[in-house]
């Protein structure tokens, strides 16, 4: 599944379709707010179109400012020589209810634009009616209020602004009816492939792990800078190679490809290199917006809600005179919606699932991998809840199945001594001799001491799970207490046949309570006199590990050990499925609930008939 990822051919080809979708989104984007409003109505002319209004209300300003500042002879020579631009200025006469003429440059042309002005000392109003109540308005203001009357030659013989402005104009409208569709399967195949390569970043035939590059150590605001000073000189570019009248239609097309698809590659790599931090975890610590973001994760999700639809509308606010930026916001907002669709539907089915008691369900990883923002934590939350709950019902089916087990063990481990005390006694009641007197009493009183150690075993398995022992954890020798162990278990240790073998560096000490690790060592030497091959060897080691001390001792079994490590720490469990050994089960239990009293604990390895027990306690 995720071959593609490190395909560089692939790679190569989404890199292709982000420059050239980039560009055409560029291209689009740029086309669309040239024509702003007009993108959408019928076709109009230059002199008729949003642009020359903006040029020529740009004039009309100029001179209305340059005769009050009584700068506009020198502005007429300008006027004259340099643009296309001929006018005529009155301005409102009171006393005649009409407006006198004040210039005129003396040419009139078929193409003109009227404005009227208001000028007070504060600023200059440019209306495209006469407002109502005229005199009213100029004694409340204080200001002088006229009209002006722009002739433009629609020639253009001359290189102004209207020039400019009309090859740009031109050029573009050629394309006016492709800004719209061309732009919308432009931006929907840059995501598609933004996406793609957003999950192929980082992946690379060499290895699995995720790759760090160079650049990626870059502080990611230091290379937004350069970003912006690259796309700088592109804009740059553009407006000398493009915008200029440097060659032929076709070869400013050409142009106008290359510096798009150029920016979209420069755009695209630090894309990537943002994609790679992300994945990496990175981002915070290479980016001081990666650490604000990390602190915005902190902020309650209501919060962070009510702040992206607070921008959002703001956003919209501020951008309702462009109809271009209007629908791309809304068609990201559409696309997030979607996405938000798809993922809560993914989770909607994986909940029902789980609620209908299919806990094998799982959101698959490629499914979660396209996931985003907390959806993909929810999904992950739930495959996490359904292992959880999968192990539970393990874990009850695991205990119900020991608990039975239990009640066989307990039921034979008693009844067994006790239905031999019971016939025993029975056998004494009757006729007997001497000698079988004295054989059935020698039977009577190992069965009642073995009723009894069951006895004993039970009530210390009873408070040593529930802690009801007392603990004195003081400083202890670990090889004295083994050597003691040792010389206590000498004769069973020979008529087992059993060598032990210690190797415990001199003077290793532990925190723990004496008579307690007495007690487990006490229960591991047994269990290896009970079940240990005979003629082989008993290890006794000591070494720290992880700040603790272990105690580890090791044997071959003398049966095949056909059960888990596990199973085999639980109660009334034996070595041997027979059950021919004398022992009620307890000992390993009990040694680890011991351990765990002094802030240890007791862990068994099983590797074929390999036996080990190791006693981790706090070093002291």
């Known amino acids: 599944m995720n071959n593609w990822k490190s395909n560089p051919f692939i790679k190569g080809i989404l ?300 956003f919209r606010v501020v951008s309702v005179h462009e109809p271009f930026l209007v629908l791309m916001t809304d068609l990201i907002l559409i696309v997030i919606l979607l996405l938000m669709f798809v993922n809560g539907h993914q989770l909607l089915i994986a909940g029902e699932r789980l609620a209908a008691g299919d806990l094998d369900y799982r959101i698959s990883e490629d499914q979660l991998h396209h996931m985003h923002w907390f959806f993909r934590t929810h999904g992950e939350h739930l495959g996490q809840i359904a292992e959880g709950m999968q192990i539970a019902v393990e874990k009850e089916m695991k205990s119900e199945r020991l608990k039975t087990e239990l009640i066989t063990n307990v039921s034979h481990d008693i009844k067994t001594p006790l239905t031999s005390i019971i016939n025993y006694v029975d056998l004494l009641q009757k006729e007997h001799t001497e000698e079988q007197e004295k054989e059935y009493l020698d039977v009577l009183e190992r069965n009642s001491s073995r009723l009894k150690k069951l006895t004993e075993d039970l009530v210390e398995a009873s408070k040593a799970s529930t802690g009801n022992l007392p603990v004195n954890l003081e400083e202890t020798d670990v090889g004295e207490l083994v050597e003691q162990s040792l010389a206590e278990f000498d004769d069973r240790l020979k008529e087992a046949e059993l060598t032990p073998v210690v190797s415990i560096p001199e003077g290793m000490t532990v925190m723990a309570d004496g008579r307690l690790l007495w007690r487990i060592l006490d229960n591991l030497l047994a269990n290896c006199v009970k079940y240990a091959m005979p003629h082989t060897r008993i290890y006794i080691d000591a070494y720290r590990q992880n700040g603790k001390t272990v105690l580890a001792v090791k044997n071959v079994s003398r049966e095949p050990l056909n059960i888990s490590a596990d199973e085999l720490m639980e109660r009334f469990v034996r070595g041997d499925a027979s059950r021919s050994t004398e022992g009620s089960g307890l000992g390993l239990n009990i040694a680890r609930s011991l351990a765990l009293l002094q802030k240890g604990d007791l862990k068994i390895t099983i590797d074929g008939d390999y036996f080990k027990a190791e006693t981790e306690l706090p070093s002291a």
């Not at 050409?254 to 994609?275: G, P, Q, T």
Request: negative net charge; glycine residues 6%.
């Open 15 to 314: 890199v292709l379709l982000l420059c050239l979708s980039g560009a055409l989104v560029m291209w689009c984007g740029f086309g669309a707010m040239y024509y702003n409003n007009e993108l959408f109505g019928k076709e109009v002319s230059f002199m008729d179109s949003q642009r020359t209004e903006w040029i020529s209300r740009n004039h009309a300003y100029q001179i209305v400012d340059g005769y009050f500042e009584e700068t506009l002879d020198d502005q007429n020579d300008y006027l004259r020589k340099r643009t296309n631009v001929d006018y005529a200025l009155y301005i409102y006469d009171a006393a005649g209810s009409d407006y006198r003429m004040m210039n005129w440059t003396g040419l009139t042309h078929a193409w003109k634009k009227e404005y009227y002005f208001l000028r007070t000392p504060e600023h200059i109003e440019l209306m495209n009616e006469e407002p109502y109540l005229t005199q009213k308005i100029v004694d409340q203001t204080g200001g002088t209020y006229g009209r002006i009357i722009l002739y433009v030659d629609e020639a253009l013989t001359k290189a102004d602004s209207y020039a400019e402005e009309y090859q740009m104009f031109e050029r573009l409208g050629r394309y006016r009816n492709l800004y719209l569709p061309v732009g919308i399967v432009s931006v929907i195949v840059f995501i598609i492939a933004l996406i793609k390569a957003f999950q192929s970043a980082g992946h690379s035939r060499r290895s699995e792990e995720l790759k760090l590059y160079w650049i990626d150590r870059i502080n990611f605001e230091f290379l937004l800078v350069c970003l912006g000073v690259v796309l700088f000189i592109h804009m740059l570019l553009g407006k000398e190679f493009v915008g200029g009248n440097i060659g032929d239609e076709f070869l400013r097309m050409v142009f106008a490809v290359l510096i798009a698809m150029s920016a979209s590659l420069f755009i695209f790599v630090v894309l990537m290199s943002l994609a790679r931090r992300i994945k990496t975890k990175t981002f915070s610590s290479t980016s001081v917006l990666g650490m604000f973001w990390w602190l915005l994760k902190e902020v309650p999700l209501k919060i962070q809600v009510f702040g992206v639809c607070a921008l959002y509308m703001i």
